[in-house]
């Protein structure tokens, strides 16, 4: 061990409190995503380097290659890579899988990716992400896309961040509406207007009018942009901008069911039509996600994703989806920072069971296997200390019971919430503790 | 995707039922580790390959090198490999964060790791284990080392795995036992007397005299290996071999107070002393254990672990622990492929929310929401197709019940268990269907 330890760079790991906030964080996303029907799956950490490669982007030399350290020809010809995101393993799944699964598939999948870039506030280099899809052979109804800022709300309203917002568009709202006014390079386009945020509607404008636009259609585009409604009330200001196009008119009228069925289902003002959104310009078709938490915005998007015409194609067949993806280290490790998150305790342990010496150490044990096994976590004082000791050592981990054992000359076991310090008379085997204190609570500043 | 898609050998995935199987293994693990008092950690993926080196045996030439793909200085600096079990990485956490952990330091982790070796039946290069350790500064009473088995026991009752043994052994016992018949190469006679299961008593007694010892003594290491009780029994039968040494009574006292503490927290037969288990000749240094399914004998140990005295050190300072390890893949394909292991359903959902008319979908959309609301997993029909096409949607699935809201022309929603066809009126804010319904549950053959 003569090795200096130093943190790895981009590889964050958790204390015990901190990792009960995340853990909470992940039971929250898990539940949400089963009460909506998607089925949890795993992929395998590696995949072939070439299936790899020109997936990600930007990301091709941030892929970390995998091989065995002392391997002779097994090492060599491995080409393994570890996976950057969970798309890439989803779409290689359902092709290998295609004839075992049932379509619409609804999958769940929480796992950690890993990726070389240069790590900075909020961009790690080992993070899990936690993603929901629903992919379709051929073809896939829209109003699936209704499905995932509903899930994203709930999962949210769960969950310490304070208000947020899920923005979602409709790729085909600005496509068409650009089409409309004689724009035809969409993708430059929605790059330039994607820059609103960082250069303003001054800056949009005149690199549009750079790249060819007239002065009025750079005008149209930014009054597009400028459209965000927590209802469907964007559907007029869009039509009042006078611009008509098949697909402007597919887009709004999806979004607008996006929207209807939020509202049913979430509280107001969560959910909301923001028409700046762009979001994976040449991957999404349809609907587009993005979560900004309030107050928080330059923290970027914390969950998003979108409707896609293609994760996977076998030649024949191709599989068209929707999806989104939580963020959960990047999330966690802000609130982590930003906002103190953390939990009352180090340890799951509710009662700290006392020893009142080495002799009863056995009578100490009964008892916690007696709370035990009405699902009341807790643990044996380590030593026959003196009481106001073992008290200590509860506090130090923030555990708010500490059991007393009758020693049988006495009147009984006894239990003292050491947070108030009132004690009382108690049994085993039908004591109970509010529920909340039957695990750790989250706290943030 | 023209890349032609193979499994990838000893990296196992799951389909979503068997994946359910898998997680309600892993939910189980947890629960306990958490009733016990134990906190959860991660440690990251990667470790410094000098790190890694040397500290797995034989593991060297299996460890998974690390490097970016396409890195200049970085990737060639950066020397790292994936971690092929959860001690390494463990070790190195509790030396990195001393200060910031309370000790003792009750910590689970369940987490992959990666090895390089040749796959076979139960041999994995990607596979994930469920750890808990107690580890202390300088010192730890030796009442820890009972714990271990009744967590053992405590998970294996609550998984679908037939009848099992905890076997536990306390390496002083024969330590002591091997110096008390005037034997002193310690390793070599537990190493020859380990190869019992293997060679047979014939075979480890010619080994025995090969390595130096008189026939009388072979006799009496086998004799010693042969004792087997499922209560503190074994210390008469030790007694009785006639052997006496400090180390020999100080095991049996520690093995008897294990087994005490485990005879009043588990079921009679489940946690038996059995002085031929060996384990981990280097390492432990107080009670060993490992876990057979009987009748399944021949798949090895799916559990194992024991006491340490040096977990980590930083020189001034050593952490002695007592720590078990859980084989979740091992045992999870071994189910999977042995006994047909797999759950009732391939989603989560227990109910499909049937949709009446396109016009109807928002209507279906609430009842799942109300539903969600109460903790009921479900999804609405990806299409208003006639009834009969919906109810086969959930059956392929496994989907316990179809629920089809009023059209406010008849009398109201109705809901069908399509395992019995019983069908009756139902209202989505007070409708409750039996708890096993609530999940997919486990099946074996």
Redesign the interface.
């Not at 072939?48 to 299936?51: K, N």
């Given at each position: 061990?003569a090795?200096k330890?130093t943190?790895?760079s981009g590889?964050?790991?958790?204390?015990?409190r901190e990792?009960?906030a995340e853990?909470h964080v992940l039971d929250v996303v898990r539940r949400t995503f089963?009460?909506?029907?998607?089925?949890?799956?795993?992929?395998?950490?590696?995949e072939?380097?070439?299936?790899l490669?020109g997936k990600g982007g930007d990301a091709?030399?941030?892929?970390?290659?995998?091989?065995?350290?002392?391997?002779g020809e097994?090492?060599r010809d491995a080409s393994?890579?570890?996976h950057f995101d969970l798309t890439v393993p989803f779409?290689?799944?359902v092709?290998?899988?295609a004839g075992?699964?049932?379509f619409?598939f609804?999958?769940y999948q929480i796992q950690?990716s890993?990726r070389?870039e240069r790590p900075q506030e909020g961009r790690f280099r080992?993070f899990t992400q936690a993603d929901i899809d629903v992919v379709?052979i051929g073809s896939l109804?829209a109003?699936?896309e209704?499905e995932m800022p509903i899930v994203l709300a709930e999962i949210f309203e769960q969950l310490p961040v304070g208000d947020f917002r899920v923005r979602c568009n409709n790729r085909k709202i600005p496509q068409g509406f650009y089409l409309g006014i004689g724009l035809t390079d969409i993708v430059t386009t929605l790059r330039i207007v994607d820059k609103l945020d960082k250069v303003g509607a001054a800056g949009v404008r005149a690199m549009l009018v750079e790249a060819g636009a007239t002065a009025q259609q750079a005008e149209q585009c930014l009054a597009l942009a400028e459209i965000s409604t927590a209802d469907g009330g964007f559907v007029d200001q869009v039509r009042a901008l006078g611009v008509d196009h098949p697909l402007l008119q597919e887009g709004l009228q999806t979004l607008a069911e996006v929207m209807?069925?939020a509202s049913?289902?979430t509280r107001p003002g969560r959910v909301v039509a923001d028409l700046s959104v762009a979001r994976g310009l040449d991957y999404y078709t349809g609907t587009v996600y993005e979560t900004q938490l309030v107050g928080f915005e330059s923290w970027g998007s914390v969950a998003g994703g979108g409707r896609y015409d293609a994760l996977?194609?076998?030649g024949a067949t191709t599989y068209p989806g929707v999806g989104i993806s939580v963020g959960i280290t990047r999330l966690v490790q802000l609130l982590i920072a930003r906002r103190g998150l953390t939990t009352t305790r180090?340890?799951?342990?509710a009662v700290l069971v006392a020893v009142t010496d080495d002799a009863g150490?056995?009578r100490s044990?009964?008892v916690a296997?007696a709370l035990?096994a009405r699902?009341?976590?807790?643990?044996v004082a380590?030593?026959a200390d003196r009481f106001g000791k073992q008290i200590r050592y509860a506090d130090?981990?923030g555990i708010p019971y500490v059991w007393f054992p009758g020693t049988g000359d006495d009147d009984g076991d006894q239990v003292k919430d050491i947070r108030s310090g009132a004690q009382v008379p108690a049994q085993a085997q039908t004591w109970t503790c509010p529920d909340e204190d039957l695990?750790p609570a989250l706290r943030t500043d």
């Open positions: 061990m090795t330890i943190p790895i590889f964050p790991e958790l204390l015990p990792r009960f853990q089963e009460l909506h029907g998607y089925a949890g799956i795993e992929t395998r950490a590696v072939p380097v070439e299936r490669v091709d030399k941030e892929i970390y290659a995998v091989s065995r350290l002392a391997g097994d090492a393994l890579g570890l779409a290689r799944y092709l290998e899988n075992k699964l049932d619409p609804r999958r950690k890993w070389g080992e379709d109804p109003h699936f209704a209807s069925a049913a289902a996977a194609s076998d180090s340890t799951p342990s150490r056995p044990a009964a296997t035990r699902g009341i976590p807790c643990e380590p030593k130090r981990r695990r």
